[in-house]
């Protein structure tokens, strides 16, 4: 018995694309986390609508300058309200590809709204559902 079900061992499970998935999402997070304002916000704020729940349950924080949304599975789209980055500052829309480490551009530069509706990208370079969401001031 363990964390993992069937034959693999924890050496197994860190060489696997799953452990390098992980490793590029927690950069990008780790990029915002040290921000002294930043705050998981699970209930609400800055994620309107597209939350969902149990195992695709969204994972929400935001900081002053930054808001990130971890969705781990397909959705049709997802509301944020951009408003809750400090002052009136343009914001940046892009969607992070945890499978190969990279972005698409959602919008590179756009006022802020509190009901930005963003499309879910479809499925990642990995064939998977997994996006990470990142609105920067």
């Not at 696997?16 to 304002?37: I, M, Y």
């Not at 963003?118 to 370079?125: C, E, K, L, R, T």
């Amino acid at each position: 018995s363990g964390l993992f079900s069937g034959p693999y061992t924890w050496d197994t499970v860190m060489a696997g694309p799953e452990a390098a998935d992980a490793q590029r999402a927690w950069s990008v997070l780790d990029a915002h986390v040290a921000d002294v304002t930043w705050a998981p916000s699970p209930d609400g704020g800055f994620l309107d609508a597209g939350l969902g729940a149990g195992d695709t349950e969204a994972a929400v924080g935001a900081s002053s300058t930054a808001a990130l949304v971890y969705v781990p599975s397909a959705r049709g789209s997802i509301e944020v309200d951009t408003t809750v980055l400090a002052g009136t500052a343009n914001v940046r829309l892009r969607w992070y590809d945890p499978t190969i480490g990279a972005y698409q551009t959602v919008a590179d530069s756009e006022p802020q709204n509190p009901d930005r509706i963003v499309a879910y990208p479809g499925a990642n370079a990995a064939g998977d559902g997994d996006w990470l969401l990142v609105v920067t001031t």
